[in-house]
């Protein structure tokens, strides 16, 4: 379990906030070096089509010009990437500038080197290339087709990955169920839009022959690996740095073309190489996620009981993979994972992953669970309405509650309370109140609804997930704990921050642990030459991986404290008790050491060290989860009138109830979900990346792209379960992406239960006010409806 102290289990205020809030913060583009050029990419306009001829003379010969390139030029400094190392999928070459056909508008085609951004972005006018158009596909449905074009001209199709899946006979179980759902589902692409875009600094050290690279980025050591590979230079010769990061939500985890090429052109030159993305880029090509198509027939008996389901999942991966993650990670990840926190026995999924012209797709912030748990949520609302059962009450029938429990595709929940989630859920929204009073409004003509979702999401990936698809993604952890001479703690940890308050957790962890002030913790990370090789923050996993890593090397460290305390305090090991800076012989504050005393012999006088102890105050740990994952459950709950007239969603009441097992500061998490629940809101209600037949991305700028802000973030009561994992080490579960999983299934429920009277079926995100006010057009309510 956790320590307890002054420390974990508080709400401590976040070391970070003082910085960031006086806006000294060091992020990327606060970072200049002498002598440094910077670079803009002239970008594809064509969705699809076959490049005939690159023309940089005009480019290349002004006079502000220091280098025009396209992928001929690059060719012996980095290397093509392949769509992914293993796994059931059809590899596809890609190269960081295109070079024989572009299949995105946006897609890098050359690169100009100048002074500054603004010039090297007059001079992408200068280049020249002839393009002969080809017919893009900008629909998954579409590109699946036999006569549609095709991407990759040795495909037969455009399918980059079929799988099947099936465990029991859920056709024989579908015959026999009184109530079969059999609906078509649409989620929207969406993207992260973190306030920092994306960015690169690259210096070329000719004398070492080492290459030092500045980004903001979710983990440096796989950048770190995928750039050795790309550029085929030695690890050891490179280094990643990571600064202040403002934003990520998994689309800083992969390694772009622009940051290949940035890396390529600082050799090339031997000067530094700065490239900052502007937003029409970061809306343009950052990793776009979440665009699905998932046809269900899902069966139930008469009691509520699900039997049995059959899913087809249609995954539109975009153009081309990103190096680093894989195309298939979203819809393998939606196919396996849909049956959420429900007991199901019988199912079965195909998956089909296609490629289409567009922006590629990686991961997001929940990866597909806020698609899974949208279908799944829908499902139980149509199964219940079918029915004529209380949603709530399907639900209660179909929780999981008996744990360990081993999913039908072979997850293992290993403990949870899922109905006592469900039912608090209902207690703290006063959920039959809200019954009586929408009945009641109905009347009168206003229109409410309650929905409510419930979802387990997997966190902290471990147990090679990636690792056996040949991706360069560590799963487990490392951290240095040292205690310095001057009784000053410095903890290095392979994981990063991107502002989600990761020092402060890991510091109030440690403190307790070796019982200090927290002040007297500093925690490093975000760097490779200065921390252990690590899996980075990403899937939830900061706390519960970097917290462990963090706990088990404070354990080993006070453990070494005690026994040098204990010799010299002609004690016994288990008798000495750390607290305030100082080592205590158990029972009397007459007898003790503080912290420097105690490194002061382990640094400078190891002659006074037990027999055989090894001189030092300094440990390294590394762990991984025994599992593929760890579970957090959600239970959310929302009700919301909606003005038929326009369409408008109002959100009148919001409460989540979670269980990430013990918490190390509920400011933290609190803070989490409210953010993650705002983001699934965006996708809910207003983001919706719209691609033309042309593959012309419409919203392609913050006016057309809506983001939910402050006066759109509803007040959200929080309420926590503690169900300590029986697999990490103190019991911790991930939590940081359960708000955005959930948010979006909920207000669907709570929409389609306001738009009963009309008739109106929710199957599609976003509810938009157009489309809300398309659902219900022309329908007249019907009173009890």
Same mark, same amino acid.
């Given at each position: 379990?956790?320590?307890?102290?002054?420390?974990?289990?508080?709400?401590?205020?976040?070391?970070?906030?003082?910085?960031?809030?006086?806006?000294?913060?060091?992020?990327?583009?606060?970072?200049?070096?002498?002598?440094?050029?910077?670079?803009?990419?002239?970008?594809?306009p064509?969705?699809?089509?076959?490049?005939?001829?690159?023309?940089?003379?005009?480019?290349r010969?002004h006079?502000?010009?220091?280098?025009?390139?396209?992928?001929?030029?690059?060719?012996?400094?980095?290397?093509?990437?392949?769509?992914?190392?293993?796994?059931?999928?059809?590899?596809?070459?890609?190269?960081?500038?295109?070079?024989?056909?572009?299949?995105?508008?946006?897609?890098?085609?050359?690169?100009?080197?100048?002074?500054?951004?603004?010039?090297?972005?007059?001079?992408?006018?200068?280049?020249?290339?002839?393009y002969?158009?080809?017919?893009?596909?900008?629909?998954?449905?579409?590109?699946?087709?036999?006569?549609?074009?095709?991407?990759?001209?040795?495909?037969?199709?455009?399918?980059v990955?079929?799988?099947t899946?099936?465990?029991?006979n859920?056709?024989?179980?579908?015959?026999?169920?009184?109530?079969?759902?059999?609906?078509?589902?649409?989620?929207?692409r969406?993207?992260?839009?973190?306030?920092?875009?994306?960015?690169?600094?690259?210096?070329?050290?000719?004398?070492?022959?080492?290459?030092?690279?500045?980004?903001?980025?979710?983990?440096?050591?796989?950048?770190?690996?995928?750039?050795?590979?790309?550029?085929? *230079?030695?690890?050891? !010769? $490179?280094? =990643?740095? @990571?600064?202040?990061?403002?934003? #990520?939500?998994?689309?800083?985890? /992969? %390694?772009?073309?622009?940051?290949?090429?940035?890396?390529?052109?600082?050799?090339?030159?031997?000067?530094?190489?700065?490239?900052?993305?502007?937003?029409?880029e970061?809306?343009?090509?950052?990793?776009?996620?979440?665009?699905?198509?998932?046809?269900?027939?899902?069966?139930?008996?008469?009691?509520?009981? *699900?039997?049995?389901? !059959? $899913?087809? =999942?249609? @995954?539109?991966?975009?153009?081309? #993979?990103?190096?680093?993650?894989? /195309? %298939?990670?979203?819809?393998?990840?939606?196919?396996?994972?849909?049956?959420?926190?429900?007991?199901?026995?019988?199912?079965?999924?195909?998956?089909?992953?296609?490629?289409?012209?567009?922006?590629?797709?990686?991961v997001?912030?929940?990866?597909?669970?806020?698609?899974?748990?949208?279908?799944?949520?829908?499902?139980?609302?149509?199964?219940?309405?079918?029915?004529?059962?209380?949603?709530?009450?399907?639900?209660?029938?179909?929780?999981?509650?008996t744990?360990?429990?081993?999913?039908?595709?072979?997850?293992?929940?290993?403990?949870?309370?899922?109905?006592?989630g469900?039912?608090?859920?209902?207690?703290?929204?006063?959920?039959?109140?809200?019954?009586?009073?929408?009945?009641?409004?109905?009347?009168?003509?206003?229109?409410?609804?309650?929905?409510?979702?419930?979802?387990?999401?997997?966190?902290?990936?471990?147990?090679?997930?990636y690792?056996?698809?040949?991706?360069?993604?560590?799963?487990q952890?490392?951290?240095?704990?040292?205690?310095d001479?001057?009784?000053?703690?410095?903890?290095a940890?392979?994981?990063?921050?991107?502002g989600?308050?990761?020092?402060?957790a890991?510091?109030?962890?440690?403190?307790?642990?070796?019982?200090?002030?927290?002040?007297?913790?500093?925690?490093?990370?975000?760097?490779?030459a200065?921390?252990p090789?690590?899996g980075?923050?990403?899937?939830?996993?900061?706390?519960?991986?970097?917290?462990?890593?963090?706990?088990?090397a404070?354990?080993?460290?006070?453990?070494?404290?005690?026994?040098?305390?204990?010799?010299?305090?002609?004690?016994a090991?288990?008798?000495?008790?750390?607290?305030?800076?100082?080592?205590?012989?158990?029972?009397?504050?007459a007898?003790?050491?503080?912290?420097?005393?105690?490194a002061?012999?382990?640094?400078?006088?190891?002659?006074?060290?037990?027999?055989?102890?090894?001189?030092?105050?300094?440990?390294?740990?590394?762990w991984?989860?025994?599992?593929?994952?760890?579970?957090?459950?959600?239970?959310?709950?929302?009700?919301?009138?909606?003005?038929?007239?326009?369409?408008?969603?109002?959100?009148l009441?919001?409460?989540?109830?979670?269980?990430?097992?013990?918490?190390?500061n509920?400011?933290?998490v609190?803070?989490?979900?409210?953010?993650?629940?705002?983001?699934?809101?965006?996708?809910?209600?207003?983001?919706?990346?719209?691609?033309?037949?042309?593959?012309?991305?419409?919203?392609?700028?913050?006016?057309?792209?809506?983001?939910?802000?402050?006066?759109?973030?509803?007040?959200?009561?929080?309420?926590?379960?503690?169900?300590?994992?029986?697999?990490?080490?103190?019991?911790?579960?991930?939590?940081?992406?359960?708000?955005?999983?959930?948010?979006?299934?909920?207000?669907?429920?709570?929409?389609?239960?306001?738009?009963?009277?009309f008739?109106?079926?929710?199957?599609?995100?976003?509810?938009?006010?157009?489309?809300?006010?398309?659902?219900?057009?022309?329908?007249?309510?019907?009173?009890?409806?």
């Amino acid at each position: 379990m956790l320590p307890s102290g002054r420390y974990v289990g508080q709400r401590v205020p976040r070391w970070e906030d003082r910085r960031f809030v006086e806006g000294r913060g060091r992020y990327l583009d606060d970072l200049s070096l002498p002598d440094q050029v910077e670079v803009a990419f002239a970008r594809s306009p064509y969705a699809h089509a076959r490049i005939r001829r690159i023309d940089l003379q005009a480019a290349r010969s002004h006079p502000e010009a220091i280098g025009v390139y396209a992928w001929e030029d690059l060719r012996d400094l980095l290397r093509p990437y392949w769509t992914m190392p293993r796994g059931p999928i059809r590899q596809a070459r890609v190269t960081p500038l295109a070079s024989e056909k572009v299949r995105w508008v946006g897609e890098p085609v050359a690169v100009v080197v100048a002074r500054d951004r603004y010039v090297a972005e007059d001079l992408c006018e200068l280049v020249t290339v002839e393009y002969e158009p080809l017919a893009p596909v900008v629909d998954a449905l579409e590109a699946m087709k036999p006569d549609s074009p095709r991407l990759y001209e040795e495909w037969p199709d455009n399918v980059v990955s079929h799988q099947t899946f099936q465990a029991g006979n859920p056709e024989a179980e579908l015959r026999g169920c009184a109530v079969v759902v059999r609906k078509r589902f649409r989620s929207n692409r969406v993207t992260a839009v973190p306030l920092e875009g994306r960015g690169v600094l690259a210096r070329w050290d000719p004398r070492e022959e080492t290459l030092t690279v500045w980004m903001g980025h979710q983990d440096v050591h796989l950048a770190r690996a995928v750039l050795s590979e790309i550029l085929g *230079l030695p690890l050891s !010769r $490179i280094r =990643v740095v @990571s600064p202040d990061v403002g934003g #990520a939500f998994g689309i800083k985890l /992969p %390694i772009y073309p622009e940051e290949m090429v940035v890396c390529a052109l600082s050799r090339l030159l031997g000067r530094p190489v700065k490239w900052v993305q502007d937003r029409r880029e970061s809306l343009l090509g950052d990793t776009h996620a979440r665009e699905a198509v998932v046809d269900v027939e899902a069966g139930f008996d008469a009691a509520g009981k *699900l039997r049995a389901m !059959r $899913i087809h =999942v249609i @995954s539109d991966a975009g153009a081309y #993979a990103v190096a680093g993650r894989g /195309p %298939i990670i979203e819809g393998s990840m939606l196919a396996r994972e849909l049956p959420g926190p429900y007991d199901l026995r019988h199912y079965a999924y195909t998956l089909d992953v296609v490629m289409t012209n567009k922006a590629p797709v990686a991961v997001y912030r929940g990866v597909a669970i806020p698609v899974s748990t949208f279908v799944m949520e829908r499902v139980m609302d149509l199964a219940a309405d079918a029915l004529q059962m209380d949603p709530a009450e399907i639900r209660r029938r179909n929780l999981i509650r008996t744990f360990p429990y081993a999913t039908v595709t072979g997850h293992v929940y290993d403990a949870g309370q899922y109905l006592e989630g469900l039912e608090k859920l209902l207690e703290l929204v006063d959920y039959g109140r809200w019954r009586a009073e929408q009945a009641r409004l109905r009347e009168q003509g206003r229109y409410l609804g309650v929905g409510i979702c419930c979802l387990v999401d997997a966190t902290a990936r471990g147990g090679g997930f990636y690792g056996r698809l040949g991706l360069k993604a560590a799963t487990q952890e490392g951290c240095i704990l040292r205690v310095d001479p001057s009784g000053g703690i410095i903890a290095a940890l392979g994981t990063t921050t991107q502002g989600q308050g990761l020092h402060t957790a890991l510091a109030q962890l440690i403190a307790d642990t070796l019982g200090v002030p927290l002040e007297r913790v500093t925690v490093v990370m975000g760097d490779t030459a200065t921390t252990p090789y690590g899996g980075g923050a990403w899937a939830s996993r900061g706390a519960v991986a970097g917290g462990a890593v963090a706990l088990l090397a404070a354990r080993r460290l006070r453990e070494k404290i005690q026994h040098i305390a204990a010799h010299l305090l002609e004690a016994a090991p288990e008798d000495i008790e750390l607290a305030e800076g100082r080592a205590f012989v158990r029972g009397t504050t007459a007898r003790s050491l503080s912290l420097e005393e105690i490194a002061h012999t382990a640094y400078f006088v190891a002659v006074d060290l037990p027999a055989r102890m090894e001189p030092g105050l300094e440990v390294m740990v590394h762990w991984e989860p025994e599992i593929p994952a760890t579970f957090a459950y959600t239970a959310q709950a929302m009700v919301v009138e909606v003005q038929p007239e326009t369409g408008a969603v109002n959100i009148l009441k919001y409460v989540v109830v979670e269980d990430c097992g013990p918490i190390i500061n509920p400011g933290l998490v609190d803070g989490q979900l409210r953010g993650g629940i705002l983001q699934g809101l965006g996708q809910a209600l207003y983001e919706d990346l719209v691609y033309d037949a042309q593959g012309q991305l419409l919203t392609s700028t913050l006016l057309d792209y809506l983001l939910p802000g402050f006066c759109e973030a509803p007040e959200v009561e929080i309420h926590h379960l503690s169900t300590p994992s029986t697999r990490t080490v103190g019991g911790l579960r991930g939590m940081a992406e359960s708000g955005t999983a959930g948010a979006p299934a909920v207000l669907a429920n709570a929409v389609a239960d306001a738009l009963k009277p009309f008739g109106a079926e929710v199957t599609a995100l976003p509810l938009s006010p157009a489309r809300v006010a398309e659902l219900i057009r022309g329908q007249k309510p019907t009173k009890g409806g």
